[in-house]
């Protein structure tokens, strides 16, 4: 049974507007959640993240928010670019007592920034 | 020059054969993984190994071995390769001693493997 689930396979978004990417979790042992960007041909590459202490993180254009109680968290772009287009994954990690688990994926969302 | 290295890039292979793929990382990281991506299924762990020997079994290890044959370096085998193992390949690393223990990993670009 999948953990970690983007249950949207693709978003098309008008440049500009905001983009978001929705990503909910079964696991209540999840304490870290990340999200990752990739590009045809190229590996993931690591975009943001967000501890679960905290329910929102901002870096530049791109905004997590996380609800625990809902096990839901969220990537807000703003404004949306056409160099977003990509897929983005969203990835959970459990802790075990102060060690780290293993990255958990869910299985991509296709954003497509149209100009 | 990439941090993370990957070679083939691209493989075709037939179904039985025996093959290798290799990863490199200039990084300095301890940790290492290998995933694998397919349609629809997102990326899902095959190994990772936390030093040179230490190795653990991910989500789906059954028909793949691999070797850490140094701290940069960390190959994934099919020793004998069937058709549902075509799929993307990616490998990982992480390093222990960043600050927390949230780990951030850099993934290579990829081995895109084709077996007939």
């Known amino acids: 049974d999948q953990q970690v689930k983007q249950n949207s396979p693709s978003l098309s978004v008008q440049e500009g507007r905001i983009s978001i990417l929705n990503c909910d979790y079964t696991n209540s042992m999840f304490d870290y959640f990340l999200w990752y960007k990739k590009y045809p041909a190229e590996g993931p590459t690591f975009l943001i993240s967000?501890?679960?202490?905290?329910d929102k993180n901002e870096d530049g254009r791109f905004t997590v928010f996380l609800n625990k109680s809902a096990k839901h968290l969220s990537l807000h772009i703003v404004p949306s670019q056409p160099g977003d287009s990509a897929v983005y994954f969203c990835?959970?990690?459990?802790?075990?007592?102060?060690?780290?688990?293993?990255?958990?994926f869910g299985k991509g969302t296709k954003l497509s920034v149209k100009p | 020059d990439a941090d993370v290295t990957q070679t083939p890039r691209n493989r075709i292979t037939k179904t039985g054969k025996r093959i290798m793929l290799e990863c490199s990382q200039t990084?300095?990281?301890?940790?290492m993984y290998w995933y694998r991506q397919d349609p629809g299924l997102g990326l899902r762990l095959i190994y990772y190994?936390?030093?040179?020997?230490?190795?653990n079994k991910g989500e789906i290890s059954d028909g793949y071995s691999v070797s850490r044959q140094a701290q940069a370096k960390f190959s994934l085998s099919l020793e004998s390769a069937i058709p549902n193992q075509t799929a993307l390949y990616f490998c990982a690393t992480s390093d222990s001693n960043q600050r927390g223990y949230q780990e951030t990993q850099y993934f290579g670009p990829g081995t895109r493997l084709l077996v007939l």
């Open positions: 990835a959970a990690i459990e802790n075990y007592g102060g060690s780290q688990g293993n990255l958990i």
């Open positions: 967000i501890s679960s202490i905290k």
């Open positions: 990084k300095g990281h301890d940790r």
């Open positions: 190994s936390f030093d040179v020997k230490d190795i």
